[in-house]
């Protein structure tokens, strides 16, 4: 039996791989994140990514630098929270973040556990994930589920999930990202009815209760 949490690969693989019994069964929301959205005072950028080399290309990190560097010359000082279990890329995300003069304004934090993780969905304005690829994108979904407003790339299942509740940008496009970026921050109204589309979409689809009254 093949689980699938990908519609994507739900849709093509099982006929390239002449698969016989496969099921889509896309990950789920848990009920805790859809309790974090009502905070008035949510700041700043939030990433959480484990810092293996490739995994931090894969997901961009390194392109959140970037582009918050772009914003750093034009005078724009955002604060950007970096999480997840450290790798083998981080020494180098450290140097990274050294080398673009950001350290005032990126805080690493290492792994977290899951009540850290929530007090940052919850404090955080943007969850920024601008990856080349996902499978499904949990992290993104929990994020908006908390009331992030989320920046992502239609990559992979992403856009499958989130639907109309994020902005995408392009991979890699490192002053597409800064500029986005730069609309959310400046206008505090502009993503509430993006945000509020996505918890919408995220709790018919992809909760945790809902995912429990459709299998009893």
Known sequence: VNLFVSKIEYDELPYD?????????????????FQKTRNLSRAGLLNI???G????????????????KILKD??????CFLAGRPGDGYPGLLSHISNLGLESQVVTFGEVSLDKK?????GAKIYIQP???EGFGLATAEALASGCCVIACDVGEV????????????PGNHLELANTIEKIISDSDLSKELVAKGIKRLSELYSQKNKKDSLN
Not at 74 to 79: A, L
């Open 74 to 79: 034009r005078g724009v000082i955002i604060n």
């Open 49 to 51: 990514a484990w810092s």
């Open 17 to 33: 791989f002449n698969l016989k019994k496969f099921y889509y069964f896309p990950c789920a929301v848990g009920d805790m994140y």
């Open 53 to 68: 080399k490739e995994n931090l290309q894969r997901k961009g990190v390194l392109d959140i630098l970037d582009a918050l």
């Open 131 to 133: 990856s080349y690829f």
């Open 118 to 122: 929530l007090s940052l969905f919850a």
């Open 159 to 170: 856009k499958n999930v989130l639907g109309d509740g994020a902005y995408y940008v392009t």
